[in-house]
């Protein structure tokens, strides 16, 4: 019996000790800022670190992600018919704001980050 009073109140000091929720600290303002905090990317289908929305190796990752252009057939990255093309291969995720867009060129970034971390 003795044992048993000994137990039952660790036990439930450990329960509530496992089941405390704290809040995670934020880091110092001057820490460095992780690159992506994303999930991992598919093999093949790396996403960049976090090109600016638009530049030379965004258009290339979007370019390569969805296959727009066929071993360098195809329509040049960043021009409308690219932007189209663009629209064509997202379907019915294409975002709805003007094509070339800094909106539509972000709605196309985090839906393909998504896509690439999830497939």
Request: net charge negative; aromatic share 4%; proline share 12%.
């Amino acid at each position: 019996m003795r044992l048993l009073l000994t137990i039952v109140p660790l036990a439930t000091a450990f329960i509530i000790a496992a089941c405390t929720h704290s809040e995670p600290t934020a880091p110092p303002a001057d820490a460095p800022v992780a690159a992506s905090t994303a999930a991992s990317p598919a093999p093949g289908k790396t996403a960049p670190a976090n090109p600016a929305l638009g530049s030379p190796e965004w258009l290339a990752w979007v370019d390569k992600t969805l296959a727009v252009s066929d071993d360098g057939h195809g329509p040049r990255p960043g021009t409308a018919e690219w932007n189209a093309a663009v629209n064509r291969k997202l379907g019915q995720e294409a975002p709805q704001s003007a094509p070339g867009s800094a909106e539509w060129q972000q709605a196309v970034d985090a839906l393909l980050r998504t896509r690439v971390a999830t497939h």
